[in-house]
């Protein structure tokens, strides 16, 4: 009797492909930042991209959840957004005299937050626990939200009129901060080419599951860290912490995310063991968002990417490592 043909099973480097190759078809000209992006996800992290307005901040983060066969909302951030609006609200029911929780967008796999920072911190704060806790209490009860659960939030400069600050603690509990920047020559001819980013995005379909993506996740999980690539990270917050031009380094947070993130890199790498190349792969993204440079440093020209950098070239990469 003939063996029916088995249908292979997607590897996770064809999987990583699939998403960036179906994001790249929206977002040109970005396939670093786009695989960073991947990266984010794979990582259990939310994103932060920052940047002018017109340069495909909120293309990218919804062909990315466009991409994956999973439940998300777009939030069109405002000053009068209220909490209520993220988290949901509980309304009195008179038949049966109990209030009845009607989950708001927060209760999505992917939660697109469009301009984030033109919200008031009021109704910014209201995403911490939801973005720390993977949970949202509402009058003394927790609502657990379902994984895969990712925030990708856009926002324009600070020096926009009619923006907030997003305060450090906001900050850190984004894993990953981009910046897209104006596309080169060619990537926006083919901008031009395929009719703008609306008619691409409205053929964009789904190319990988639920139950794939929570596989990928935990397969990030399983990538190996040696002792030494631990205590080069450890090594750079310490460097961080030291530096001069820097009052506020790498938190104990900041060094855990770091490694999820250069656990994901592996992976997207083919690997299932880091090493200090996907470190420094990811680090600037990472940690950009997080360090704050001193007024005297920033006067003199040092600016978080800078400090960064210099972080990296001081801290040895043992051999061993």
């Not at 190759?21 to 992290?45: F, S, T, Y």
């Amino acid at each position: 009797m003939t063996a029916a043909p088995t249908t292979p099973v997607p590897t996770f480097a064809s999987l990583f492909e699939a998403i960036t190759d179906n994001v790249a078809r929206v977002v040109h000209g970005k396939r670093a930042e786009i695989e960073l992006a991947v990266v984010c996800l794979l990582a259990e992290g939310h994103l932060l991209i920052e940047d002018v307005p017109g340069v495909g901040k909120t293309s990218l983060a919804k062909a990315l959840a466009t991409s994956l066969e999973c439940t998300w909302k777009r939030v069109q951030f405002t000053p009068d957004l209220l909490p209520t609006d993220l988290i949901g609200v509980s309304i009195w029911q008179r038949s049966n005299e109990t209030f009845d929780f009607r989950p708001g967008p927060l209760f999505a796999n992917i939660v697109l937050a469009d301009e984030i920072n033109r919200a008031s911190p009021k109704t910014q704060s209201a995403l911490l626990e939801a973005m720390e806790e993977r949970q949202i209490s509402v009058e003394g009860r927790s609502h657990p939200l379902s994984p895969p659960f990712m925030v990708i939030a856009t926002q324009n400069p600070v020096e926009q009129e009619g923006t907030y600050r997003l305060p450090e603690s906001q900050l850190d509990r984004f894993l990953l901060r981009l910046s897209l920047g104006y596309p080169g020559r060619d990537a926006e001819l083919a901008i031009l080419d395929a009719h703008g980013a609306n008619e691409a995005m409205a053929n964009l379909r789904p190319v990988v599951t639920v139950a794939e993506v929570l596989a990928m996740i935990d397969a990030v999980r399983g990538v190996h860290l040696a002792s030494a690539l631990k205590g080069y990270l450890v090594d750079l917050a310490e460097a961080s912490r030291t530096h001069p031009g820097i009052t506020l380094g790498m938190s104990p947070r900041a060094t855990l995310q770091l490694a999820r993130a250069t656990r994901a890199q592996a992976a997207a790498r083919g690997r299932s063991y880091a090493t200090p190349d996907d470190v420094k792969a990811v680090a600037h993204a990472v940690l950009c968002h997080r360090l704050v440079v001193r007024a005297e440093a920033a006067a003199r020209g040092l600016t978080p990417e800078r400090a960064v950098s210099e972080v990296l070239a001081s801290v040895p990469v043992n051999a061993g490592t």
